[in-house]
């Protein structure tokens, strides 16, 4: 038997006055060089330049903590650590590893349902054939459900790769992505050839506070063009793509450097989340509101 260990993390360290000082100069100046929208990045940095320091210290793990929370009331993607991250660090909590199938279809009384717990990269043959299969499972349904409660997100390939099923056969103008320092590029679908049924199946998609990222791009060009109707609880609010950039006091700190903007809208759905169409109540069973909603949808 073969046993494996965890590396240990960076070690915590006790972080004095002065070194707090620095630590919070220098990732104010990230933030202000990279942060996608330089007039909220000068408040960002301006909040950490003035903010007081314990002249008794703190642990590092603790001040990282405490500039998280300070700096994700701008923005749900910012996060800072101490070390290098071992993996991108999600500001949403992650979805249950239940199943190693990132998407999967049922049918119940000729409503499919197309469950999706992550987006992977559709320009992998095998994420994009299983997509494919699902999506051609649901041309024989009479109305379908795209279930992405708990989703943290992944590749906006896979968002594109959906939507695309899902708009017609003329292509449509997904989002406007915009990088700090560089050109907006436009991101449109690809429709399928032929278009098949998708285009006009009666469509709801289901959200919950665990809907993220890629995922909620996914719920939000739904919604902003009309083509389904969304239902749940509202979502996390998480936008905008970040990198990783170091310190020299140590800490790192992940930075929004892009974000998407919806052309219908003129926004996206950071901080706010998408607010469902129908929402579901604490004392509502979520998957049987949005089949009352696509047999509603039938009528």
């Not at 903590?65 to 910012?78: G, I, K, M, S, V």
């Not at 379908?144 to 959906?162: C, F, K, Q, Y």
């Not at 609880?233 to 450097?257: K, Q, W």
Request: aromatic share 4%.
């Amino acid at each position: 038997m073969t046993s494996t260990t965890t590396p240990p993390g960076p070690t915590i360290r006790w972080v004095t006055a002065a070194a707090q000082r620095q630590a919070l100069d220098g990732l104010a100046d990230l933030i202000e060089k990279h942060y996608v929208f330089p007039s909220v990045a000068d408040v960002c940095a301006d909040g950490l330049r003035r903010r007081p320091v314990r002249s008794s210290g703190l642990s590092s793990s603790a001040l990282a903590r405490e500039l998280t929370a300070q700096l994700r009331t701008h923005d749900r993607h910012f996060a800072v650590t101490w070390g290098a991250p071992s993996s991108l660090i999600r500001s949403v909590p992650q979805r249950d590893a239940d199943s190693d199938s990132a998407m999967s279809l049922r049918a119940v009384g000729g409503i499919g349902i197309l469950a999706v717990s992550r987006f992977d990269d559709a320009m992998s043959a095998d994420a994009a054939a299983l997509a494919d299969d699902c999506l051609t499972g649901l041309e024989h349904c009479d109305a379908a459900i795209v279930d992405v409660r708990g989703n943290p997100g992944g590749w906006p390939s896979m968002t594109e790769h959906l939507l695309s099923a899902f708009l017609g056969p003329d292509a449509v103008h997904v989002l406007t992505f915009t990088r700090r320092g560089e050109p907006a590029r436009v991101v449109r679908t690809r429709p399928r050839r032929p278009a098949g049924r998708l285009a006009d199946i009666p469509l709801v998609a289901l959200v919950d506070e665990r809907t993220a990222s890629a995922a909620e791009s996914l719920t939000y060009t739904l919604q902003s063009t009309g083509r389904a109707v969304i239902v749940g609880r509202r979502t996390a609010g998480a936008a905008n793509p970040v990198e990783s950039f170091a310190d020299r006091s140590g800490f790192h700190v992940l930075i929004p450097t892009g974000a998407p903007v919806d052309p219908r809208t003129g926004t996206n759905w950071d901080q706010n989340g998408i607010t469902p169409d129908v929402v579901v109540g604490d004392a509502d069973h979520p998957l049987a509101r949005a089949l009352a909603e696509a047999r509603r949808l039938l009528r």
